[in-house]
């Protein structure tokens, strides 16, 4: 039960970094989520938003990041 406690505590920190960052994005000004590339389908009583080169960006960014994080723990 302890394990299950320290995970618990480890995904509400990871939660709360994570919103805090997409806090700091949004405080910026960065158009993530408004990039060319991006889908939007707006009809009169209907909307669709599919953010493909944001996502793709923000893969690539997350992969550099953690990989150099792995590689700077492994040493």
Not at 23 to 52: H, K, M, Q, W
Not at 64 to 72: G, T
């Amino acid at each position: 039960m302890i394990n299950f406690a320290r995970y618990l505590i480890l995904a509400g920190v990871v939660l709360i970094v994570a919103g805090g960052l997409v806090y700091i994005v949004a405080r910026t000004g960065l158009p993530l989520g408004r990039l060319p590339g991006d889908i939007r389908i707006e009809r009169d009583n209907f909307s669709c938003f599919f953010p493909l080169v944001t996502s793709i960006l923000l893969s690539i960014v997350l992969t550099v990041v953690l990989n150099i994080i792995v590689r700077l723990l492994n040493k």
